[in-house]
């Protein structure tokens, strides 16, 4: 069982947004903003789309935004395209046992 | 582009031990970057094992591997190590090194290695 919790799927057609949370605790995501998202496409690592709750790293696309409020964490996208169809994960700093914890991932599918 | 080379498959018998290399950049480990280890079991998505302080060798592990999992490095060979012992059938799985964004930071990775599956079968 996962320590964040994410839905197992979202699904949207191109040029929609779509948006997936992160719902976890006062330990871990209510604790800092130290929230990161990663994407994943089948058979490759993962990579890193979105850190501390808003910020993208350098060569990723401002479709890619998130937000925080209480203990839920937020990755929106928007002008869903084809190449996003992947799986998606939340991690976040926990205060608990595991140091980072990861959500259980989301796959999105585009229409 | 900055890299990450994990070492290959391993298949391993049940109670026996496996250690995957990483070998980064060699500035990596002149500075205060942060290498974790992250295992994805088919099906079970993505799951925090630990993380080595690539300059003074300090580690941090997720208490369900604690007594299991060994973390090292060699900053000779800018190679960080992942030993799991005592392997089980629920150790099958690919893993992962990554590297942090910046040093001093430990909270996202972005530099990943390619995985190394390892598989667990009598």
């Known amino acids: 069982q996962s320590a964040l919790t994410q839905p197992a799927s979202v699904s949207g057609s191109p040029g929609q947004s779509i948006t997936i949370s992160c719902s976890g605790t006062?330990?871990?995501?209510?604790?800092?903003?130290?929230v990161s998202w990663y994407q994943q496409h089948p058979g490759k690592a993962p990579k890193l789309i979105l850190y501390?709750?808003?910020n993208r790293p350098s060569g990723i696309s401002n479709r890619f935004s998130g937000s925080k409020s209480g203990n839920t964490a937020s990755l929106t996208i928007s002008g869903l395209q084809s190449e996003d169809e992947a799986d998606y994960y939340c991690c976040s700093y926990s205060t608990g046992s595991l140091l980072m914890v990861f959500g259980g991932g989301t796959k999105l599918t585009v229409l | 582009q900055v890299q990450l080379v994990q070492s290959g498959a391993e298949v391993k018998r049940p109670g026996a031990s496996v250690k995957i290399s990483c070998k980064a950049p060699?500035?990596?480990?002149?500075?205060?970057?942060?290498i974790h280890w992250v295992r994805q079991v088919p099906g079970r998505g993505l799951q925090w094992m630990g993380m080595?302080?690539?300059?003074?060798?300090?580690?941090t592990t997720a208490q369900t591997f604690q007594g299991r999992v060994s973390l090292t490095r060699d900053k000779s060979t800018s190679t960080a190590f992942l030993e799991v012992s005592s392997l089980k059938s629920d150790d099958m799985g690919v893993y992962y090194c990554?590297?942090?964004?910046?040093?001093?930071?430990?909270?996202?990775?972005?530099?990943w290695g390619q995985g190394t599956t390892v598989s667990v079968s009598s």
């Open positions: 990554a590297r942090t964004i910046t040093v001093s930071y430990f909270y996202a990775t972005d530099i």
């Open positions: 501390d709750v808003y």
């Open positions: 080595i302080n690539s300059a003074s060798g300090r580690t």
């Open positions: 060699a500035y990596t480990f002149t500075t205060t970057y942060y």
């Open positions: 006062n330990r871990d995501v209510g604790s800092s903003n130290f």
